[in-house]
């Protein structure tokens, strides 16, 4: 079964370390999973809300989902 990706805010813990190559991306230091490595066009982004802010993985297509 695979997993959907997904992002959230800190470090990996100690445990799933070994899962993550760490990058820096415009400044900010990112963990990415060994399972994205991979894949092309993938973006993370902030999006804004009057309920506040949450990081969103863009360009990952979902199995069973399309965008068109």
Partial sequence: MRTTPSVRRGTPEANEASEYEQQTVNGATVYVHNSLR?????????????FGSKL?????????????
């Fill in 38 to 50: 991979d894949l092309d066009n993938v973006e993370i982004d902030a999006e804004v809300s009057v």
């Fill in 56 to 68: 969103v993985l863009k360009g990952v297509q979902t199995a069973g989902r399309s965008c068109c």
